[in-house]
């Protein structure tokens, strides 16, 4: 007796539907979603350390490049051709006017990550999607092995640098080579054990 495989289709959504989810109240303001190859997918809960590295991250390179780049957080990156729109934790683009943000004149050099419960999901298919959105720059501030996980080099839709760096390690990016950063200020200090 031969057994027949059954392929069942999935219907896949544009940006434009998912926005219009949004706008009719199929999706809640509050719900933690994001658009990822035409997939709704809904994003971890953030816990302490999370929201501590992000915002950290996020301050260190809104003060560092103040009037030399704009600085987003958890904001939508259209990424054109792939029916996605990922909100990363931070995105430091070209132009150092916000209001070039959506625009042809925004250009993001740079997408981070703060991973945990995440870290595989960020370290594969996020990289591959920002690889293929040829975005120059990903770094995954990894809290589960307290490193920064680099990606670098785009071509073709791939990464072709990947290394890993301890919190010891310094680190600039490739657009802002003077802007030597501490891996250890990346990362909430770790907290005592009360036992």
């Given at each position: 007796m031969s057994r027949v495989l059954e392929t069942v289709a999935q219907r896949r959504f544009?940006?434009?539907?998912?926005?219009?989810?949004?706008?009719?109240?199929?999706?809640?303001?509050?719900?933690?979603?994001?658009l990822i190859r035409g997939v709704i997918h809904q994003m971890s809960p953030k816990n302490r350390a999370h929201v501590v590295a992000a915002n950290l991250v996020?301050?260190?390179?809104?003060?560092?490049?103040?009037?030399?780049?704009?600085?987003?957080?958890?904001?939508?990156?259209?990424?054109?051709?792939?029916?996605s729109e990922p909100e990363p934790d931070v995105m430091v683009c070209s132009n150092p006017d916000v209001a070039a943000f959506g625009t042809e004149r925004m250009k993001p050099l740079l997408v981070i990550e703060v991973a945990e419960s995440s870290l595989r999901y960020d370290?594969?298919?996020?990289?591959?999607?920002?690889?293929?959105?040829?975005?120059?720059?990903?770094?995954?501030?990894?809290?589960?092995?307290r490193a920064l996980e680099v990606f670098r080099d785009v071509k073709e839709g791939r990464y072709g640098q990947r290394?890993?760096?301890?919190?010891?390690?310094r680190v600039a990016p490739t657009a802002w080579p003077e802007l030597e950063i501490h891996v250890s200020s990346l990362f909430p200090e770790e907290e005592s054990d009360p036992s």
């Open positions: 544009t940006v434009g539907e998912y926005h219009r989810m949004a706008e009719t109240g199929i999706l809640s303001p509050d719900e933690r979603v994001e996020f301050g260190l390179f809104r003060d560092a490049l103040r009037g030399r780049a704009s600085v987003y957080k958890e904001d939508p990156l259209r990424v054109d051709g792939l029916s370290l594969n298919e996020k990289a591959t999607l920002y690889a293929e959105a040829e975005v120059p720059e990903y770094w995954v501030v990894n809290l589960v092995d290394f890993t760096l301890e919190p010891a390690a």
